[in-house]
């Protein structure tokens, strides 16, 4: 699923499904915020839905939400799963990002 800004591959929606089947969460929320090593961070939340201004993708089985603070941050990227033989997890491919730390979840703009 796409909004012109965000994106989530049918891979994430579906890893989403499976994670919000054991909980009495209803949405997966991506956000950023201040910190991590190289100075802005994702943040991953189960929450119950999302809130009145929110971005909202919608698939089959599951929903994710981007607060509108967040969404500058993330235009133009993607939200997936990943599932090698390093491991699981969620990354986003992020076109706004100059630089970023091993760990994938932190990352500098210019």
């Keep these: 699923m796409t909004d012109a800004s965000f994106s989530v591959t049918p891979r994430a929606l579906t890893r989403v ?3 919000l089947a054991g909980e009495p969460a209803n949405a997966l929320r991506v956000s950023v915020e201040g910190g991590g090593c190289s100075g802005f961070q994702y943040r991953y939340d189960l929450v119950e ?3 009145s201004e929110d971005l909202i993708i919608e698939g089959d089985a599951a929903t994710v939400v981007v607060d509108p603070v967040s969404l500058p941050f993330l235009a133009g990227a993607e939200l997936d799963f990943i599932d090698d033989l390093m491991g699981q997890s969620f990354q986003i491919k992020n076109p706004n990002a ?5 760990c994938g979840t932190s990352f500098s703009l210019f």
């Design 49 to 51: 839905g999302p809130e």
């Design 98 to 102: 100059q630089a970023s730390c091993g």
């Design 17 to 19: 499904a499976k994670i």
